[in-house]
C-alpha cells in the first residue's frame, strides 16, 4: 500500500528530471544548496546535463553526466556505476552534496553514502566554501574556496572520453586509467571488458576480454583515435612525459558533438560525432574491432598469421616464406559470411630456421606490428637491423618513426625487436609499419643476401672478386640443386601416380614445363587472370599457340600444401566424367605448384546465378540440366569410379560451366578418398565454405557422403531461389535459406521461393519437386539423407513419390556468428527469426 502510494510521487520525479521546461538551471552545487532527484545542472551554455538516472525506469538511480537536450540519453560519465541508489518507500531523499571536508558525496535517503569523490578521507577542514561546477567541457570540477581543483569528473573517465579530456593512460609505470564499458544500454555495472596502455611498452592499448587481450591498438603503426586517424577532423597526441603518459584528442571549433566511446556490452572502441539531422551517433571512422567476428581480435590468425584488414572482408593470411596450418578452432572467431577464414591456427615455416648471420629477412609492408616486443631507443636503423641479425633468438625487428604518428613519445623513433612467435600481426592501410622477419638462409636468392653483409669494411676490388667468386659458386650449386629436385619430385609423383592407379593404364595427363606456362600465361599476366582464391590464381593461357587451358597457380602461403596438390593431381587424373572438370596436366617448379585443366568460357554457377544482371541467362531447363549434371557428377565421384571420393567442397563457384552450360564439379584440394568399407571419417581439421557444411561436420568433424548430399541440398535450393546461403539478410524473417525453403514448402508456398526472374515461365510441379529433394538432402540427421543415386533417380522419374523431410533445427537455432555481435539490430533479426520459427 505504502509503495502504490509512493510511486506516483517517484514518476512525478523522473518526470520532471527528464522535462526541459523553461526554469533555468543553475551550473553550481554549493554545500548550501544540495542536487535531489528531479534537480539537475546544466553548463552554462546548456550542452552537459548532471542529474540523476534510471535506465529501466525502475527505482533504481544512478548519477550521471549526459548530453543535454539529445534525442538520444547520451551518458558521459557516471558516479556510482556499481552501487545504485535504490528508492524505499518511507522518509528522506537521495541527494548529491559537498560535505564539509570538500567532498562530493552521494547519499540514498537513507543517508547511506554510495559514493565519494575521494576514497581517502581527508582531514576535516572545515573551512567550507567549496563549489562544484558543471562545465561546457562536460567536466564537473570541483574547487575550493581559493579556486583550486579538488576534484573532476574529467580525471575519472568510465567509457566515454570527451574531446580536450586529458587521460593519464599511465604513470610512473603503473597503469592509472582503466575504461571499463557499461554491461548494456540499461546497465552501468561493469561489462567483462577492460581496456587499458599496456605498462610494459607505454606504447599500445589493450583491451582485455576477462584476462584474455581482446584486440590491441598500437600508438604508432595503424591510424587510430590515438593518432589523429579518429577521423571527424580530430587531432591526437599521446605524450610521455617521462612519469606520465597521456592521451588526449581535440575537434575542431563548431564540430559536432564528439565522443570516444567504449561501447556498452561489445568492448568495441570507436570515435563517433553527432548527427543533428538524423539525431543519431556515427562512426566517424575510427572503430575497433572491425567486427567482433573478423581476424580483428587479439591474435587470430595464430603465431606468424596476419589479419589483412585492407580486403573488404579481413582475412587471416602467412607471410611468404610460411605456409598455413590449417585448424578447426572456430572459436578464433575469424568467419566471414561465406567463408571459414581462421580455423587457421597459424603459420609454418616452409623450412626451419638454422641461424646463420646471413638469414635473408623478408621485408612485409604496412603492417601492424606484432604484440611482445622489446623496444629500444637510441638506435639507427643499420644498428637495429645488425641487432636482430646477429642475435639467432631475434626472430624479426621494425625500425619505427614514433614522432610522426603519436605525439610526444620519449623516443623519437625505436627499435623493435622480438624473439619466438610473432603474435597478432595485422596488415594494415597505409600507415603500417615495414616488417623484417627472419627467414632460413636457403629461401632468397644470392643476390639479396649479398646485400645484407656489410661488405662496406672490404676493400672493393676484393669485395667484388669475393662476390662474383661467390656468385657463381651458389648459382651452380643452387641450379644443380633445383634439377635434382625437380627430377625427384617428378619421379616421386610419377610413382605415386602409378600405384594409385594400379592398372597404370591410359592417363590423358602430361608433365608440362615450367617454361611453356609461362609462354602460355604471358608470365602470369594480371589480363589473363581468370579468378582468385584462397589456394591461388587461376590464369587463362594458350599452350602451344592454340589451345585453351586454364591454369590454376597455387600461392605459396596458401593452405593447400604438396599433400593436398598431390590430392588433387592423383584424383582427377583419375576421373573420368563429362560433370567432372579434366585436368590436362601439371607442373612442378621449385617455388611453384600448377594444374592445367580444361579451359570452360561460362565460368561458374555462382558468376550468373547470385547477379541480378546475369540470373536470366540461366532459365529454368537450364537450372535443371545443371541441377541433374551435379548430381550425376556426385553420383560418380561417390559410388562409380573404382573408389569413393567425398569433395567436400561442393558450392556453386566450384561448379562451372562449359559452352552448352553444362556443369562441370571443380576443386578437388580438399577431396577424401576412401575405400569401400570405411563409409565415414573424422577429422579434427574442418575446412570448406560455411553454410554449405552439414552440421555434424561443422560440430565434430565427421564427415561421409551425407556430408556432400548436404552440400548439394544447399546448391539445389540456392539454384532454385537464386539466393546464397550466406546472404540470410536478403531474406526478411527467416535466419537462413534452409529455413526459409522449408517454411515456404511447408505452406505450400513455392511459387514465392522460386527465384523471381523464373517465376512466369517455370513449371513448379518440377520446382516443388526439387526444392523437396532440397530439403531431403538438407536434412540434420544424416542418416535421413538420401544417397546421391537416389536423388539421381528421383530428379529423373518425376512421379516417384517422395518422403517427408524433417523440420531443420540446428542451424535454425545456432548462431552462424562465432561471437554474439553487440549490435542491436543484428540482435533483433536473430530473435525475430527464432520466433518465426518457433511460433509455427
Ligand atoms: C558549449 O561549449 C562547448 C565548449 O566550449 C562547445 O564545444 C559547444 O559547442 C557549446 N555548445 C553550444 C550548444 O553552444
Ligand atoms: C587552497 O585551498 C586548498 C584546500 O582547500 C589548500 O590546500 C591550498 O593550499 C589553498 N591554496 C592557496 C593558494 O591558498
Ligand atoms: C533496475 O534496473 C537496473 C538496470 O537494468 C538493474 O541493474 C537493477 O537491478 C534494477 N533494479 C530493480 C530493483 O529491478
Ligand atoms: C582487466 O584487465 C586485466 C588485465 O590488465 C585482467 O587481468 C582483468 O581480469 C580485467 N578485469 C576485468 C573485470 O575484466
Ligand atoms: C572537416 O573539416 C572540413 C573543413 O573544415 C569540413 O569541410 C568537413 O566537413 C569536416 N569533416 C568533419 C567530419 O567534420
Ligand atoms: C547526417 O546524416 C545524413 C543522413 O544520413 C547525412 O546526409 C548527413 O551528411 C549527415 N551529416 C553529417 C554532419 O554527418
Ligand atoms: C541541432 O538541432 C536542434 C533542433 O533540432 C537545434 O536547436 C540545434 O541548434 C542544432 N544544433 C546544431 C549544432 O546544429
Ligand atoms: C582456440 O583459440 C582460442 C583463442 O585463440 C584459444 O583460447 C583456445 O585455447 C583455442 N582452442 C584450441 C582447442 O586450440
Ligand atoms: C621495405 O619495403 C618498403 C616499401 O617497399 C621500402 O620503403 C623499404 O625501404 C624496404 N626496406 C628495406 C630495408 O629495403
Ligand atoms: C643514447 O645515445 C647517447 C649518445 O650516443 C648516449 O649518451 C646515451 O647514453 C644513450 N642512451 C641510451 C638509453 O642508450
Ligand atoms: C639475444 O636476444 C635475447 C632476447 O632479446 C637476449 O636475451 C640475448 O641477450 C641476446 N643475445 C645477444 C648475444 O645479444
Ligand atoms: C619522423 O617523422 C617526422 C614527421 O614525419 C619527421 O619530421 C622526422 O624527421 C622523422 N624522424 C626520423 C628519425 O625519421
Known sequence: MEEMALLPVFMLLLFSSSCHCQSSHDDQLTQAKPLSPGDMLVSKNGSFALDFYSPDNNNTLYMVIRYNNMAEHSPVWIANRVSPITMTPGGGSAKLAITNNQQLALSDSNGQTLWTSSTTTVSTTTGGGAVAVLLDSGNFVLRSANGTVIWQSFDHPTATILPSMKVVLSHNGQVATRLVPWKSINDPSPADFNGSIDPNSNLQFFVWRGAQPYFRITFFSETSVFNGGGGANSTSVVVDTGDDVYFRYTVPDGSPYTRVLFGPQSGTMS????????????????????????????????PFGYCDTTEATPVCRCPDGFDRIDGNNVSRGCRTNEELICGMDGCRRNEELICGMEDPFVNLTGMRVPDKFLHIGNRSFDECAAECSTNCSCTAYAYVNMSSAAGTLAYASG??????????????????????????????????????????????????????????LFWTCKYKGKQQK????????????????????????????????????????????????????VYKGVLQGAKEVAIKRLSKGSGQGTEEFRNEVVLIANLQHKNLVKLLGCCIHPDDKLLVYEYLPNKSLDYFLFVSTRKHVLQWPERFKIIQGIARGIQYLHQDSRLTIIHRDLKASNILLDREMSPKISDFGMAKIFNGSQPEANTNRVVGTYGYMSPEYVMGGAFSVKSDIYSFGVLLLE????????????????????????????????????????????????VARCIHIGLLCVQD???????????VFMLENKTTPLSTPMQPVYFACSDPQPEKADDNKELSINDMSLTAVEGR
Request: aromatic share 8%; charged share 20%.
Open 271 to 302: 570515435l563517433q560525432t553527432w548527427n543533428n539531422s538524423t539525431s543519431q551517433w556515427t562512426i566517424a571512422g575510427f572503430q575497433r574491432p572491425i567486427s567482433s567476428s573478423s581476424c580483428d581480435l587479439y591474435a587470430s590468425c595464430g
Open 415 to 472: 627499435c623493435l625487436l622480438w624473439t619466438g612467435d610473432l603474435l597478432d600481426m595485422g596488415k594494415v592501410e597505409s600507415s603500417g609499419q615495414n616488417l623484417y622477419l627472419r627467414l632460413a638462409g636457403s629461401q632468397v636468392s644470392v643476390a639479396a643476401r649479398y646485400k645484407r653483409t656489410s661488405l662496406k669494411i672490404l676493400l672493393p676490388v676484393v669485395a667484388c672478386l669475393l662476390l662474383l667468386a661467390s656468385v657463381a
Open 486 to 537: 625437380k627430377k625427384t619430385e617428378k619421379r616421386e609423383m610419377q610413382e605415386y601416380l602409378r600405384s594409385m592407379n594400379e592398372a597404370g593404364d591410359n592417363l590423358e595427363f602430361s608433365f608440362i614445363s615450367f617454361e611453356e606456362i609461362v609462354a602460355a600465361t604471358d608470365n602470369f599476366s594480371d589480363s589473363r587472370l581468370l579468378g582468385k582464391g584462397g589456394f591461388g590464381k
Open 719 to 766: 539454384i532454385v531461389s537464386g539466393l546464397r546461403i550466406s546472404s540470410p539478410h536478403l531474406i526478411e524473417e527467416f535466419s537462413n535459406l534452409i529455413i526459409y525453403a522449408w517454411n515456404l514448402w511447408k505452406d505450400g508456398k513455392i511459387e514465392d521461393f522460386v527465384d523471381s526472374s523464373l517465376r512466369e515461365t517455370c513449371p513448379l510441379d518440377e
Open 781 to 791: 540427421n544424416p542418416n535421413r539423407r538420401p544417397l546421391m543415386s537416389t536423388v
